[in-house]
């Protein structure tokens, strides 16, 4: 075997072949090494499925290098000499390979990447392309601004990427966001087309039978496992997006409904952030569908605006306050994360529909995590740190780097704002209108203070009695403070009583 002269380290989340480590590879002399390793797989408790996703995908792209002629060597997770984490697993294969250099792409969790670059080993960092903005840039963006905003953050990379502009720089339709339009109920009649699935082939199956094993006491299923793990799979997924959800995305993409998992989404999220999927494509395939008129304008700026506005928008701000970031906690909460989360074993049925297709599937969409699953974290004034390990545990697309300041900031708003400038709370008013989860709860989402009413409402109200000191100088809050000051001096107390058993029944273990 020839010598190494340069050692590529690829994570799992990294599995694209324009990786810039990857560029100006001389297949002759340099050798591309994967690791699976039971820290990075059980750090939190990954959902089975998610460690599945990763795995086989790691093992196909190792087998389409070596087809391209590619030297890899590949450590699975059985290997006997496996020391099991990251860093030294490339010390092992430093001093077997005697490298000359050694090459890496920026990790997405700052705690991966602060060991890699404490390890000792003289590593060579690329920045990551697959991101339309740096981090630098977004640091620069960031410089003197007390508060940040994703709306004029969004509007510097629609003019960087030149999407939906017209040639005057102008946004496409006289306004850049058109979010207004993008909040419609599913209504009765309207069916979602079926989910595409993807059968585990040979390698998939090896790897479900490894976490199968391994993994046998994380919470999730694995028997549902259908999501792509190649380059190809991923593209016909995001091939069945455009055919058949793009068009009814922007108008759905905020409702909920009960049994219907995923509705007009795309589900390319996991296989984006991992690297089967390139950003500047499928923003390329939205607007050219949007140009050739077979969607409407507030489905092809609200997808874009989830990819270059707020996708890229988190990244910035994990990137630029870690690792401090991670411990915010403004209201103080302690209050431990209730055993349903981990279970769906609730009788809210919307808390039951959430949890249930995310320990299902590993998949929620945007709307469910903000405003069922976290607005109830947030209301019950749960401990952002166990609120951020179940999403990062939990669902398929999750890396540090994206869970992180979507749910510290934006679930739990435990950056003070930072983030995002209020709070998501909602009563179960929204839940009513945004999906039909209400008609099937043990609850009555009309009352707010009987012993059958939806727990929501009190804690709604609760949530804002007692944090009124930090919220109520919030513009942004103003009308929810004045609809609770126009409330009789009875009903407040009555609020506040309801909302203070809910809460001790959270910490006697009871679930709802």
Not at 80 to 86: D, K, Q, R
Not at 140 to 156: C, D, I, S, T, V
Not at 314 to 332: D, H, K, S, T
Not at 359 to 369: E, G, W
Request: glycine share 8%; proline share 4%; hydrophobic share 40%.
């Amino acid at each position: 075997m020839n010598a190494t002269q340069r050692l590529c380290l690829v994570l799992g989340d990294q599995l694209s072949f324009d990786l810039a480590s990857l560029q100006g590879l001389d297949i002759e002399s340099d050798t591309v090494l994967l690791v699976e390793v039971m820290e990075e797989a059980s750090h939190v408790p990954h959902h089975p499925q998610k460690i599945a996703l990763i795995f086989s995908a790691m093992r196909h792209f190792a087998e389409a290098l070596r087809r391209l002629g590619v030297r890899v060597h590949y450590v699975t997770l059985t290997d006997p000499n496996n020391s099991g984490s990251v860093p030294s697993e490339l010390h092992r294969w430093q001093a077997l390979l005697k490298p000359s250099e050694i090459h890496m792409t920026e990790c997405g969790d700052w705690r991966l990447e602060q060991s890699l670059k404490e390890c000792g080993l003289p590593i060579q960092w690329h920045s990551d392309a697959r991101f339309l903005c740096t981090r630098t840039e977004f640091s620069n963006w960031a410089k003197g601004k007390k508060q940040l905003r994703m709306e004029f953050f969004y509007r510097e990379m629609r003019r960087k990427s030149g999407l939906l502009l017209n040639g005057d720089g102008s946004p496409v339709g006289g306004a850049w966001n058109f979010d207004a339009d993008n909040r419609k109920a599913l209504p009765k009649g309207v069916v979602p087309p079926s989910p595409a699935r993807f059968k585990p082939d040979a390698i998939t199956q090896d790897v479900l039978a490894l976490v199968a094993q391994r993994f046998a006491s994380h919470y999730g299923a694995l028997d549902t496992f259908d999501y792509p793990v190649t380059h190809v799979e991923a593209q016909a997924l995001w091939d069945y997006f455009l055919d058949w959800g793009l068009a009814a995305f922007g108008d759905y993409q905020d409702a909920m409904a009960s049994n219907e998992p995923f509705l007009f989404h795309a589900r390319i999220s996991a296989a984006l952030n991992i690297g089967l999927l390139d950003l500047r494509q499928l923003c390329s395939d939205v607007q050219s569908a949007y140009w050739s008129g077979s969607i409407a304008l507030n489905a092809a700026e609200g997808f874009i605006r989830q990819l270059i506005g707020w996708r890229e928008y988190v990244r910035g701000v994990y990137w630029l306050r870690m690792p401090g970031y991670a411990e915010g906690n403004v209201f103080g909460n302690t209050r431990s994360l209730p055993e349903f989360y981990w279970t769906g074993e609730t009788q809210m049925n919307c808390m039951r529909q959430a949890i249930g297709q995310s320990l299902k599937h590993a998949y929620a969409h945007h709307i469910q995590r903000l405003m069922v699953t976290g607005n109830f974290a947030l209301l019950a004034g749960i401990a952002p740190s166990q609120v951020c390990e179940w999403y990062l545990a939990i669902y398929m697309d999750a890396f540090d780097w994206v869970e992180l300041p979507n749910t510290l900031g934006m679930v739990m708003h435990a950056d003070g704002g930072y983030l995002g400038s209020k709070p998501y709370c909602a009563s179960g008013q929204y839940i009513k209108r945004m999906s039909d989860y209400c008609r099937g709860c043990a609850y009555k989402v009309s009352e707010s203070t009987t012993d059958d009413a939806c727990p929501f409402n009190s804690l709604y109200w609760h949530f804002l009695m007692r944090h009124g000191d930090l919220l109520r100088g919030n513009q942004r809050m103003s009308m929810m403070y004045k609809n609770l000051d126009r409330m009789p001096e009875p009903k407040q107390q009555a609020l506040w009583q309801r909302g203070q058993l809910l809460l001790a029944q959270l910490d006697e273990g009871e679930s709802f």
